[in-house]
């Protein structure tokens, strides 16, 4: 035990020289070592404590009469002559302390041997070997110089942050056992998954492919919105080859050094040259890859270069080596039209957000680790959760064993999911926030109008739930509607549908309030974006015709807005797209207004419900939902012989 106790402090501060440990995993190469003031100052102290003992004779030195006076008092014991200098031991009369021992120069004194036998002082010469302490005095302090100076050398050449290495490439490489991913835990995208799966075979086998003349892709582009599992597929296909996995962002390429980002793609494509066959994957590749010249103001040399070296590099290896180049990106409209070539990143994978089914296979991938309760339906929590990527699925899941672990709960049951999903769509509950009876009273109104005109037309999405609990930075409240099915295309009337719900909570408060408030801005916001896409991109102007007035580069993957578009019509044009969009949102502030007019005695008690209990969702619902679709085909039934019966009760 204390022999231990001994050796802690020598270890700390070998650890604290070495640098911090992980655990013996971390490889040699791989050691950081920490540079500090402290090492210097050490190094100084140690440098200072030689120079002392090396030149301690020299403190001792004394006038050659004093040295004449020593002998001739009897107080030496024993003299070495050398050639330049006389030492003397002088006589301890205390043996507990050392003996002390002066030296003087030496000058031509013929007497002094024949003085030193006359007092029975020992002596003997020396050749003057004092050349071993000088160089000591030297050595060690430059040895001690350049072994700091090379702690500082590999401090700055080590590392990915290091100077010297600013031309290597900062490439993570996974060996094969440390991907640890393979197909079967992608989910949700079987199509991108068939798309990639000849690439594995090449890498397994390519002589089954050249014996026919075939040559494998040299570059996959791998495209879709943020989350759909894009480096997650990459990873898979190493794993599932069996392949190192060298991984590297579009943006690590580029630094402000110039030259540095062309140097990193050349080691980068050295090193897996080297560990063929292998696969490179580039992680958001529009860093790196923006078509050259799309602004000639602000554009980027350096990041050119960069770029021109990757095509060189793409072009230069050979397909038969096994190295296949995998890029990701999420916008691949402003991608270099010299990258997509044929030769180049010449096959695209799209992968697009999941359908219902996939939503269901993901959720079930990620619930292995996490004990669900007997309630949990994962297809409803896939119908419930539509736009929903896999990183929104996965987010879900954790959220939802979180919640569940507050709770103190044994297994995550479905309520968890639901407040899981409420939290994500709509953000974290504020049930603390104050809200005065007055505001609180608007709120309900508005968002019972939204709701009533959902359940009041046919071609809407069912409403799922209504609360007036503050949730996020600004939503005082929320109405929630869930789609049947996955829908791709929006019809025109579906679309007005839209335009009258988001216009319902503004048309409630006018209604029973007689006056308006700001909380219908993102509604206004959310409907005129609608409107101006129904005339200007969709052709649903029945003035203005079925033309576009748009012409952009907008990411297929992406919601970009409107930012960005280039006008391509007259002013005329532009006045009879104002006045468009002015008379459809009109129309149908009207069309809203007539039906909460006739639904008021509805809307009255759906408003008193919600201002009692905040939320209502599930067979409450329903049975509101289910009375009011009766009461609509009850007024449709008896509006007489002259109506077609087939037609909405609502016209737009």
């Given at each position: 035990m204390a022999g231990n106790q001994q050796k802690d402090p020598l270890t700390k501060w070998i650890n604290r020289f070495r640098g911090p440990s992980n655990g013996g995993d971390r490889r040699p190469d791989q050691r950081k070592v920490h540079f500090s003031i402290w090492y210097f100052i050490l190094a100084v102290l140690v440098i200072f404590w030689f120079q002392s003992i090396l030149s301690e004779q020299q403190t001792n030195r004394i006038p050659y009469s004093q040295f004449k006076e020593l002998i001739k008092s009897g107080k030496v014991a024993s003299v070495v002559v050398g050639p330049d200098l006389v030492t003397a031991t002088l006589k301890n009369g205390d043996n507990k302390q050392p003996a002390k021992i002066v030296s003087a120069v030496r000058v031509e004194d013929p007497g002094l041997v024949?003085?030193?036998?006359?007092?029975?002082?020992?002596?003997?010469?020396?050749?003057?070997?004092?050349?071993?302490?000088?160089?000591?005095?030297?050595?060690v302090p430059l040895g001690i110089f350049f072994f700091v100076w090379s702690l500082l050398m590999r401090r700055m050449g080590s590392g990915p942050q290091g100077v010297l290495s600013v031309g290597k490439a900062k490439v993570k490489i996974y060996a094969e056992k440390e991907i640890g991913v393979t197909f079967?835990?992608?989910?949700?995208?079987?199509?991108?998954?068939?798309?990639?799966?000849?690439?594995?075979d090449f890498l397994k086998?390519?002589?089954?492919?050249?014996?026919?003349?075939?040559?494998?892709?040299?570059?996959?582009?791998?495209?879709?919105?943020?989350?759909?599992g894009k480096t997650l597929l990459a990873r898979a296909v190493a794993g599932e080859a069996g392949v190192p996995f060298f991984s590297m962002s579009g943006s690590e390429f580029v630094e402000m050094f110039v030259g540095v980002g062309a140097a990193r793609v050349r080691d980068l494509f050295g090193q897996a040259k080297e560990h063929a066959p292998c696969i490179i994957f580039v992680d958001e590749l529009d860093a790196l890859g923006k078509a050259r010249g799309l602004n000639p103001i602000g554009g980027h040399d350096e990041r050119e270069q960069t770029l021109n070296q990757l095509l060189v590099e793409m072009d230069g290896f050979d397909p038969r080596a096994g190295v296949i180049i995998m890029a990701a990106t999420n916008r691949p409209e402003i991608l270099d039209p010299a990258l997509l070539r044929a030769g180049r990143f010449d096959r695209h994978v799209a992968i697009d957000k999941p359908d219902i089914r996939g939503r269901e296979a993901i959720l079930n991938v990620h619930?292995?680790?996490?004990?669900?309760?007997?309630?949990?339906?994962l297809k409803k929590i896939a119908a419930m959760t539509p736009g929903f990527v896999g990183a929104d699925l996965a987010n879900l899941i954790n959220e939802a064993a979180l919640i569940a672990a507050r709770r103190n709960r044994e297994d995550v049951t479905m309520s968890e999911f639901q407040e899981a999903a409420d939290r994500i769509i709509g953000g974290l509950e504020k049930r603390?926030?104050?809200?005065?009876?007055?505001?609180k009273e608007i709120v309900a109104y508005h968002e019972s109008g939204h709701a009533l005109v959902?359940?009041?037309?046919?071609?809407?999405?069912?409403?799922?739930?209504?609360?007036?609990?503050?949730r996020g930075i600004a939503a005082l409240g929320y109405t929630q509607q869930l789609p049947t099915?996955?829908?791709?295309?929006?019809?025109?009337?579906?679309?007005?549908?839209?335009?009258?719900?988001?216009?319902?909570?503004?048309?409630?408060?006018e209604i029973v309030f007689g006056d308006i408030s700001t909380g219908a801005q993102n509604d206004l916001q959310r409907a005129t974006d609608i409107a101006r896409r129904m005339i200007m991109e969709y052709g649903m102007s029945e003035k203005l015709g079925p033309l576009t007035y748009v012409r952009e580069s907008r990411s297929a993957h992406l919601d970009l807005g409107f930012g960005g578009r280039e006008r391509d019509f007259s002013e005329k044009t532009a006045q009879q797209i104002d006045e468009e969009m002015v008379g459809m949102i009109e129309k149908t502030h009207e069309a809203v207004h007539k039906i909460l007019t006739e639904q008021r005695q509805m809307l009255e008690k759906l408003a008193r419900i919600l201002l009692e209990r905040e939320t209502i969702d599930g067979e409450e619902l329903k049975k509101f939902q289910d009375e009011v679709r009766a009461k609509l085909d009850g007024e449709e039934s008896s509006l007489g012989a002259g109506h077609n019966a087939t037609s909405p009760p609502i016209s737009t």
């Open positions: 024949n003085e030193l036998e006359t007092h029975g002082i020992k002596y003997r010469g020396s050749t003057g070997d004092r050349w071993i302490g000088t160089l000591l005095s030297w050595v079967d835990d992608v989910a949700g995208i079987d199509e991108a998954k068939a798309e990639l799966e000849e690439v594995v086998d390519p002589g089954k492919f050249e014996k026919l003349g075939g040559k494998i892709p040299k570059g996959v582009l791998l495209v879709g919105a943020p989350g759909t619930a292995q680790q996490v004990k669900l309760g007997p309630d949990v339906d603390n926030r104050a809200m005065n009876p007055k505001e959902a359940m009041s037309l046919k071609n809407t999405d069912p409403v799922s739930k209504i609360s007036i609990i503050p099915e996955d829908r791709y295309l929006m019809t025109r009337g579906e679309l007005l549908a839209r335009l009258k719900v988001l216009l319902g909570g503004r048309v409630s408060e």
